[in-house]
C-alpha cells in the first residue's frame, strides 16, 4: 500500500483537491470502528492497585474520562462526523471562490446583504433525549475523536490567502435558558472569547439593536472559519415555546448557508414542529434526528451487553460478591435504565466500599444499597424513581412517558365481561373537571401559538419564507386554521356552541 493510498484511507475527501483543513482533523473513522475508536479507559495500563484503598477514593475523578460505547451511538457518531467533514469540504479555503466569498460576507454590513453570498447546502442534526441518557457526553467525546485540537492556528498561506487565520474546528455552547436571541447570540461570543482570548464580547455589550448583533455573530463565526456550532440545552420552554422560535430557526439556516454545520441537542419537545418547515426537515437529515432512550429492562441488548459491562471496567475495588445476574437487577433498578446513572451509582458504591478497613475492597450488595442513599447519588435517585412512578411533571427536560404497553393487553382481556356502572364520587368529579379545564386550556395554549407563529411569519421578508420552505398557499390554509380558531373562541366567550368541523 503506497503512502497516497494510505493518506485518501485517513482522509478520503482529499482524492478532491488539497485542504488544510482535513489535514488538521483526525482520519476519517469508518462505521465499524466506532466501538474501538470511542472506547477510553483512563484505570487500564496503570497499576492503581498498589494505592491503599482509603486512598484509591480520589481516583474516582477519573470516571468523566471514561468512556464506554455502546451500538447505539455508532449511527449519532456518524452523522455528527459528517456535519463537520461536510463543512471541512465546503470551505475548502484553497479554493478562490471561498476565499472571495468569505471577503464578500466580512464587509456586509446587514443580513440581506450576507444572504446574497450565502450560496452553501450546509446541513446539521438533532439528538433529543431526556436527561441522563448521555447525549451531551457522548458529542464532546464524539468531537474529540473526530478532532484533535478544536482551535488551530494557521501561518501565511498565498494558496489560502491569508496572512494568518485562527480556525475554531467546532463551538459547543448551552441554549440560555431564559430562550431569548440576544441570549444565544451573547453566549456564542462570549464562548469564542473563552477558546481564543479575543474581546468579542466586549465589543458588542453595548449593541442594544439585535439585527446588528446578529451581523456580527454571524461575521466571527465566517472570520474564524467555524465548521460547526453545537447548542445543547434545547428545551420546550426555552426554544419550542419561545416567541422567538422562527428566528432562531433562521438563524440556524443563515449559517447553514454560510457552509457551517449546526448540531441540536435537547429535549423531544423542544423539536417538536422543526418539521413543519420542508428545508428545516431536509437540512437536518444530513445529520440525522437521532433519539436517545433509556434501556426498557436489564435486558435491553445494548445496556446489558455494551454498557454495563464496560462501565464496570472502571473499577477500584478488588472483588464483588453480587452475583452477576443480581447485580444487574441492582444497578437498573436504582437507574431506571439511565446510562448516565450508572456511573454515578458505581461510584457512590465503590466510595462506600473502599472507606470500609480492611485489606481486599469486595464490592457487596450493602455498598450498593449505602450508594444510592449517599448525596452524591440523591437527585438521580430521585429522577430514576420518577420515570419508575411513571411521574416526570417534576422535570421539565423530560417528556412524558409512554403509557403500558400492557395496558392495551389488559383492555382486551376483559373486554367480555360485564361492565358495571360508574358512579364517581365528588373527588372523581373534581378529578375529572380539572382534566377537562387543563384539556380547554391546552388548546387555548396551541391555538393562540399558532396565532403567534402566523403573525411573526407574516413580518417574514420573502428571503425568509423562501428559506423555511413556507410557500403561500401553506400560509393561506394556516390562517384559515386560525380564523375557526378564533371564530371557537369568541363563541365560546359568548357561551355559544362552537361551528361544526
Known amino acids: 500500500m503506497t503512502n497516497i493510498t494510505i493518506d485518501l484511507r485517513a482522509r478520503p475527501e482529499l482524492a478532491f483537491g488539497p485542504n488544510p483543513f482535513f489535514e488538521v482533523m483526525n482520519p476519517h473513522v469508518e462505521f465499524d470502528a466506532w466501538g474501538r475508536i470511542l472506547r477510553n479507559y483512563p484505570l487500564e495500563n496503570h ?26 451511538m455508532f449511527e449519532p457518531a456518524d452523522g455528527l462526523q459528517e456535519l463537520i467533514r461536510r463543512s471541512c469540504m465546503m470551505l475548502n479555503p484553497t479554493k478562490v471562490e471561498n476565499q472571495v466569498r468569505v471577503n464578500q460576507l466580512l464587509v456586509s454590513e446587514t443580513m440581506p446583504q450576507m444572504r446574497i453570498y ?13 436527561t441522563g441518557t448521555m447525549k451531551s457526553f457522548t458529542a464532546k467525546r464524539v468531537l474529540e475523536v473526530c478532532v484533535p485540537n478544536p ?8 494558496v489560502c490567502g491569508w496572512i494568518k487565520l485562527t480556525q ?9 435558558s431564559n430562550g431569548t436571541r440576544g441570549g444565544l447570540l451573547k453566549r456564542i461570543l462570549y464562548q469564542v472569547d473563552q477558546l481564543i482570548g479575543t474581546d468579542y464580547s466586549s465589543d458588542n455589550s453595548r449593541s442594544a439593536n439585535i439585527d446588528s448583533l446578529l451581523v456580527a455573530v454571524c461575521k466571527v463565526l465566517i472570520n474564524h472559519r467555524v465548521l460547526l456550532l453545537v447548542i445543547d440545552e434545547n428545551q420546550e420552554a426555552n426554544f419550542e415555546d419561545s416567541q422567538w422560535k422562527i428566528q432562531f ?9 454560510f457552509g457551517i454545520s449546526i448540531l441540536l441537542l435537547g429535549n423531544p419537545l423542544a423539536f417538536a414542529n422543526l418539521d413543519a418547515y420542508s428545508q428545516v426537515q431536509r437540512r437536518f437529515e444530513v445529520g440525522g434526528r437521532h433519539d436517545f432512550l433509556p434501556a426498557a429492562s436489564p435486558k435491553t441488548v445494548w445496556w446489558a451487553k455494551d454498557l454495563t459491562p464496560r462501565m464496570r471496567q472502571f473499577s477500584l475495588v478488588d472483588d464483588c460478591d453480587v452475583l452477576p445476574e443480581e447485580r444487574d437487577t441492582i444497578e437498573f433498578g436504582y437507574t431506571s435504565g439511565l446510562p448516565g446513572l450508572l456511573g454515578l451509582l458505581q461510584d457512590a458504591s465503590q466510595k462506600n466500599c473502599l472507606r470500609r478497613k480492611g485489606t481486599a475492597a469486595i464490592l457487596s450488595r450493602e455498598d450498593y444499597e449505602a450508594g444510592s442513599r449517599s448525596p452524591n447519588f440523591t437527585r438521580a435517585k430521585k429522577l430514576a424513581l420518577a420515570i419508575q412512578d411513571g411521574d416526570v411533571s417534576e422535570y ?48 387555548t395554549r396551541v391555538g393562540n401559538k399558532l396565532t403567534a407563529d402566523l403573525e411573526i411569519l407574516r413580518q417574514c421578508s420573502p428571503d425568509d419564507l423562501r428559506m ?10 394556516a390562517r384559515k386554521i386560525e380564523d375557526q380558531f378564533s371564530r371557537d373562541k369568541g363563541a365560546k366567550s359568548r357561551g355559544q356552541k362552537p361551528e361544526e368541523k
Open 118 to 130: 450565502s450560496s452553501l447546502d450546509g446541513a446539521g442534526g438533532i439528538w433529543q433525549g431526556m
Open 151 to 158: 482551535v488551530v492556528e494557521y501561518g501565511p498561506s498565498q
Open 47 to 72: 497499576d492503581w492497585r498498589q494505592v491503599p484503598l482509603s486512598a484509591r477514593t480520589a481516583l474516582l475523578k477519573f470516571r468523566n474520562l471514561h468512556f464506554a460505547p455502546v451500538r447505539t
Open 168 to 176: 475554531i474546528m467546532y463551538l459547543y455552547v448551552d441554549f440560555p
Open 468 to 477: 423555511l420552505g413556507v410557500t403561500q398557499k401553506m400560509l393561506n390554509e
Open 249 to 257: 430557526v433562521l438563524f440556524y439556516l443563515s449559517l447553514m448557508n
Open 396 to 443: 421539565i427536560d423530560v417528556p412524558a412517558l409512554p403509557e403500558d404497553g400492557n395496558a392495551g393487553g389488559k383492555a382486551k382481556a376483559n373486554e367480555d365481561q360485564k361492565q358495571e356502572i360508574f358512579i364517581p364520587n365528588a373527588h372523581g368529579i373534581a378529578a375529572i373537571k380539572r382534566l377537562l379545564r387543563n384539556y380547554k386550556a391546552e388548546v
